[in-house]
């Protein structure tokens, strides 16, 4: 059987559902000898027959019946593609990021905010998740930039490249109380002192680490959190040190009402935009890169 064609079964469809071929062809504009031509061929490539006279009406089939149920489903969806592409929103251009868990959302959004300004407007998909949920999906290309805090995995066979958008050294915070109680200068005044840590899934846990053996300070480790927000509010509260990237170090200050003890240089948080493209040619990830390199981590 040759491919569906799609004018023949329009003309069956209005002739199942006028009743007649004299109404169909008045509905479609032809003359019914060439409704009644179409009807033959139509039914010839099928290889089924699609009416049974009754009388002077036509009547259908039972494949017939069973064809006009799939032709009411094929143009109420062609109805519906016709209204969508008339609704404006349609033609948005759409951005779907995926954010790891373990990147700072006030990065991120300070990121994706120049993807919101662009000339052609940009309707924003954001989703947060574990980095290697996030790649599987942009392998399939359910998101076109994932943002994570190291290179994709060695372990994945995805087809996708590391792009550093940046990289921060650390501040460590706490609030005002808190650090009114040491008496050593940073990072000394560590030793022994509460503190809250980012979670293993965050690349820069195990620098963080290294950094304080290497110290030979020995603070006391009261928590570790999967999610940065959450670890800053429990800074706020006065739960012990934390850190974040010197970059939004002032923003988290003002935001939680910590101060800075001090900055790590020899451990820094890096930031990867993760796409399928070699070269970064979407106008959204475009802009991120831009601010990224001209702003953000200058």
Known sequence: MSALNYKHLRYFWMVAKTGSIAKAASQLNLTPHSI?????????????????????????????????????????????????????????MSFRIGCADSVSKLIACQLVEPALKLKEPVRLICREGRLDSLIGDLAVHRLDLVIADRPIPGHFSVRAYNHLLGQSPMTALCTQALAA??????????????????????????????????????????????????????????????????????????????????????????????????????????????????????
């Open 36 to 92: 009644s031509g179409q009807l033959s061929e139509f039914a010839d490539a099928l290889g089924v027959a699609l009416f049974r006279k009754s009388g002077r009406s036509l009547e259908l089939t039972d494949t017939g019946r069973r064809i006009v149920s799939y032709a009411e489903t094929i143009f109420s969806t062609g109805d519906e593609l016709l209204e969508l592409v008339r609704d404006k929103s349609f033609a948005t």
């Open 181 to 298: 109680t040491f008496d050593q200068p940073f990072p000394a005044c560590l030793h022994n002192a509460p503190m809250l840590l980012p979670g293993e899934d965050f690349a820069i846990h195990q620098r963080l680490l290294r950094w304080l053996e290497q110290a030979e300070v020995h603070p006391h480790i009261v928590g570790e959190f999967d999610d940065s927000a959450m670890m800053n509010a429990f800074g706020q509260s006065g739960a012990g040190v934390f850190f974040v990237p010197t970059v939004i170090a002032a923003q988290v200050s003002q935001q939680y009402q910590v101060v800075a003890l001090g900055q790590i240089d020899g451990v820094v948080e890096q930031v990867y935009a993760i796409t399928t493209e070699r070269r970064m040619s979407h106008p959204a990830t475009v802009a991120i890169s831009t601010l990224a390199r001209d702003k953000l981590f200058v």
